[in-house]
């Protein structure tokens, strides 16, 4: 007869069992990570393949951006290369910095992301949705980077003059030429270009792309009989012609805004005008001669406008939604220093007090800056000034 086993005997090999449960179990918490950044990462190739590596940016930028989570910094304010230092523009929840020779992007906690030689000192950057378009009115080259990396570059006949991108990653330049005053060129998120406008008469003074990059708005003036003039043209990318031609007299327009709601923002040197997508005006907004002086715009295309009131002893600012519609009008004593518009916060410098106000005018806070501020921006809320020589967070 076989021999019983004995209950000691038979709890030994049950520890024995919890053993290798509890061991297969740390072994697998150990390789959880690295199993779901191969699945994660294999399906980004396979993204990129399908897509294009710009549409699939956002993405990679997050995984790549996971680092900087174990590494400690200084955190803001950061001090700037202020002999270099030419500008800083929000990108993705973070500061993008343009000095003469480089980029650098960076996050909400002041870590360096990527840097990116440049060419020219004179820079310029354009941004939306995470990306950023750079070009200068002295290279024929503009290139598109994520917060992470460099995605890709065209190369044009002649200098760019003004830039645009669209959400998915696409952008348009205009440029000049021997035989026309500008040429409008809009290229898809793999870099092809997909329409070309020749502008013969007037100077394409900005554009502005759709979210999806299949409509451009465009701003271009000319001079006729001593007057200015500025025709706005809305065009489909798939047509040579254009959907709407409106011309206005004794107005320049230095600023398109395509919005997220199909809107077309045109902020001028006298008047701002909200157009539908066929060009019919929906409101109009007029202001003294050369008084504008500030336009900001965020991704929806949430404008927002100030000029002089009063021969420069107040300034009126007024907010239009992405749908085209007036949000608020707010006039405060004296010039800003400088203005930021991001979402539904408006920030306004004057010396070393930043006030910001609320999508409908109201004043949320009061912000007291430790010197005088030479720049304001919003990144995800947040405030940001330029200032001593440094990017303060507020």
Same mark, same amino acid.
């Given at each position: ?6 209950? %000691?005997? %038979? ?8 053993? &290798? ?20 990462? @294999? ?11 710009? @549409? ?16 400690? &910094? ?29 980029? #650098? ?35 024929? =080259? ?8 460099? #995605? ?40 092809? %270009? ?85 060009? =019919? ?7 003294? =001669?050369?008084? #504008? ?20 002893? %107040? ?46 005018? &109201? ?32």
């Amino acid at each position: 007869m076989a021999e019983k086993k004995t209950s %000691k005997e %038979k709890k030994i090999i049950n520890l024995n069992k919890i053993r &290798n449960v509890i061991t297969f179990k740390k072994v697998f918490r150990w390789l959880k990570i690295p199993l779901v950044i191969l699945v994660v990462a @294999a399906a980004l190739f396979l993204s990129a393949r399908l897509m294009g590596n710009v @549409a699939v940016s956002n993405i990679t930028d997050s995984i790549r951006q996971v680092k900087t989570i174990f590494i400690k &910094n200084n955190g803001y304010p950061y001090s700037l290369e202020t002999l270099s230092f030419r500008n800083v523009v929000p990108v993705g929840g973070g500061p993008l910095v343009i000095y003469d020779n480089s980029s #650098l992007v960076m996050n909400a906690a002041a870590d360096e992301i990527f840097s990116m030689s440049l060419d020219y000192a004179d820079s310029k950057a354009v941004t939306r949705n995470g990306r950023a378009l750079i070009y200068s009115p002295s290279s024929n =080259e503009v290139i598109l980077q994520s917060k992470t990396e460099k #995605l890709g570059s065209v190369t044009e006949q002649n200098p760019v003059t003004v830039a645009a991108l669209a959400e998915n990653g696409g952008f348009a330049t205009s440029h000049a030429a021997d035989e026309n005053q500008s040429i409008l060129s809009v290229y898809n998120n793999r870099f092809k %270009k997909i329409f070309q406008w020749n502008c013969s008469q007037e100077f394409i003074t900005d554009i502005s792309l759709s979210s999806n990059g299949k409509k451009v708005a465009v701003a271009a003036s000319g001079v006729k009989d001593a007057e200015i003039y500025t025709r706005i043209l809305i065009f489909d990318v798939g047509s040579s012609e254009p959907v709407a031609d409106v011309k206005y007299n004794g107005t320049m327009f230095l600023r398109v805004i395509y919005t997220a709601s199909n809107r077309i923002i045109a902020v001028g040197d006298n008047k701002t005008v909200v157009h539908n997508k066929k060009g =019919e005006v929906l409101d109009e907004l007029v202001y003294s =001669e050369d008084s #504008l002086i500030a336009v900001c715009a965020d991704d929806s295309g949430n404008t927002t406008v100030c000029y002089e009131e009063f021969g420069g002893s %107040k300034t009126g600012i007024v907010r239009y939604s992405g749908g085209g519609k007036k949000t608020c009008s707010i006039v405060i004593d004296g010039l800003p220093d400088c203005v930021a518009a991001h979402a539904g916060r408006i920030a306004v410098a004057s010396g070393n007090k930043i006030t910001v106000y609320s999508s409908k005018g &109201n004043e949320i806070k009061v912000v007291e800056t430790k010197n005088s501020v030479a720049k304001v921006f919003i990144c995800s809320g947040t405030v940001y000034t330029v200032e001593g020589g440094a990017i303060h967070k507020y």
